[in-house]
């Protein structure tokens, strides 16, 4: 029987997906199924995003577009960079993708080796260690603890540290505590990954989804001119996840290299996407003041339900849209307990598992959905467990 590739063998996909399944498959059973599983708000594109989309389909803007982006697109992204992060990138750093996962997978594949280490947060987003296996690296999981606020704390990464390292990956705020780390912590690290020689990798995807707290980023030291990559998109503040829209600004010397990864892998991103970035960037940004003032009630609202479960206990997140309460008191396994709620409950949730070994003990909840919809979700937690 002819095989497939080791690499093929090493890549793992995301339990998210897997529990959406499960729970579609309650529904159609006929079983009430509340969804807290995946990381998608539950608001619509706004309208005048949406409009120019259509508009650019209507004015037949859908043929090959270059490889790296709309121009104008880029330069919005410039703009962007240089207001929100303060430093603006040249022209050539922009590159568009089709959604952030892509930037990730293209700037790992031009940076890492098999057998260099990648050091990279624990519980984490999957497609890090994901690609990190396909490649054939170590991964170095920096453990994300409770005590510091799920922070990825530089002393654990320059303890970790060695002659192999070839990439540190940040995410903040952070998919799946809701952790935002601060300017110090950040600084750190990108002072850590100059001294030796190291690339960084930051994903910035919930940059805008902060709450009582600013966002940072380890870019700014470099201006991403010389071994820091910044990725960001437009599903999460923009409720476009179905758009797959993203960006990457990187170092000029690796530019060059993207540029032939994208013609190899996508040829482009569509152009009616793109069309609709550049409203989402240059027009009203009123539409994320409103979305962050609902998700905020939310996480209100959310923390002080777990709070209320015998065996739960939650730290309010400071950014994005997830909860991940300590569940050890109720001397569950993660998996265990996540299927206690999905079967027993009616309430779909991930293990903290889902995101690395370190997540044992713990739960996300995605609470980008409605207060009925908590306040509901709570109640079944509660009296699954009487």
């Known amino acids: 029987m002819i095989q497939l590739s080791e690499g093929a063998n090493r890549i793992y996909g995301e339990a998210a997906f897997e529990v959406l399944a499960k729970a579609q498959e309650l529904e159609k059973q006929g079983k009430s199924i509340l969804h807290f599983e995946i990381g998608e708000p539950d608001i619509e594109t706004p309208k005048n995003i949406a409009h120019v989309g259509i508009q650019a389909i209507q004015d037949k803007k859908t043929h090959y577009v270059p490889s790296i982006g709309i121009l104008k697109l880029r330069k919005a992204v410039q703009d962007e960079i240089e207001k929100t992060r303060g430093y603006r990138p040249d ?9 952030l996962k ?29 690609v990190t296996s396909l490649i054939g690296a170590k991964g ?25 390292t070839k990439l540190i ?10 952790s935002v780390m601060t300017k110090s912590e950040i600084e750190a690290i990108a002072e850590l990954a100059e001294e030796h020689d190291i690339y960084v990798i930051s994903d910035e995807i919930y940059s805008k989804m902060t709450y009582e707290t600013c966002h940072y980023t380890p870019t700014a030291r470099d201006k991403a001119k010389e071994r820091t990559v910044l990725l960001d998109g437009f599903s999460k503040y923009y409720a476009m996840t179905g758009w797959r829209l993203g960006y990457m600004v990187v170092p000029p010397t690796m530019a060059g290299r993207l540029q032939d990864f994208l013609v190899s892998a996508i040829s482009c991103t569509a152009a009616f996407t793109q069309w609709a970035g550049i409203e989402a960037l240059t027009g009203s940004q009123s539409f994320i003041h409103d979305m962050m003032t609902r998700f905020k009630e939310r996480r209100d609202k959310i923390v002080e339900g777990l709070n209320s479960v015998p065996g739960f206990s939650c730290q309010a997140p400071k950014g994005a849209f997830y909860a991940f309460p300590n569940i050890k008191k109720t001397n569950m396994n993660s998996q265990d307990c996540a299927e206690h709620l999905l079967y027993k409950a009616g309430v779909a949730i991930l293990p903290g598992t889902a995101f690395g070994p370190y997540g044992e003990g713990y739960l996300r909840f995605s609470y980008a959905t409605t207060l009925e919809n908590i306040s509901a979700a709570i109640m079944r937690i509660q009296e699954s467990f009487e």
């Open 91 to 99: 022209l050539e750093q922009v590159i568009i993708t089709p959604g």
């Open 102 to 130: 892509p930037g990730i997978f293209f700037s790992m594949l031009a940076i890492v080796n098999p057998g260099d280490e990648v050091i990279y947060p624990d519980p984490g987003y999957p497609t890090y260690g994901s």
């Open 169 to 178: 990956i940040v995410n903040s705020p952070q998919n799946p505590t809701g």
């Open 140 to 164: 170095v999981m920096i453990p994300l603890l409770e005590e510091n606020e799920f922070r990825m704390n530089p002393d654990d990464i320059k303890n970790k540290i060695t002659k192999k």
